[in-house]
């Protein structure tokens, strides 16, 4: 099943948004979920990643301290809440399933199940 990412919008530098990335189900082969970004003429990078074990939380160097990745089990959702957004943060946002061992945590290819990315485009 692929993950659908959600929440994304226009806003001015300083704002906050919220991501939504569903549905973010734990499965024997699914040990997290990843939300990554691809800027245009931009490779993608990770952004963010949230472990089913532990709740563990691994975070890009570029957005530690200002973004947040959380997880709703209920809701088979997992969220990240984008704060003192930057016009760099503008991008596509994904999330995908990890389903590699702990050592490619951020590396794009060992995640999978990728939907459709949301929009975040933040105005200075």
């Known amino acids: 099943v692929q993950l659908q990412a959600s929440g994304g919008g226009l806003v001015q530098a300083g704002d906050s948004l919220r991501l939504s990335c569903a549905p973010a189900?734990?499965?024997?082969?699914?040990?997290?979920i990843g939300w990554f970004r691809q800027a245009p003429g931009k490779e993608r990078e990770f952004v963010a990643h949230?472990?089913?074990?532990?709740?563990?939380?691994y975070y890009a160097d570029s957005v530690k301290g200002r973004f947040a990745i959380s997880r709703d089990n209920a809701k088979n959702t997992v969220y990240l809440q984008m704060n003192s957004l930057k016009p760099e943060d503008t991008a596509v946002y994904y999330c995908?399933?990890?389903?590699?061992?702990?050592?490619?945590?951020?590396?794009?290819?060992?995640?999978?199940?990728w939907g459709q990315g949301t929009q975040v485009t933040v105005s200075s």
């Open positions: 995908a399933n990890h389903r590699g061992p702990l050592s490619t945590v951020g590396v794009g290819t060992s995640y999978a199940s």
């Open positions: 189900q734990r499965t024997s082969s699914n040990h997290g």
């Open positions: 949230i472990r089913w074990s532990g709740g563990y939380e």
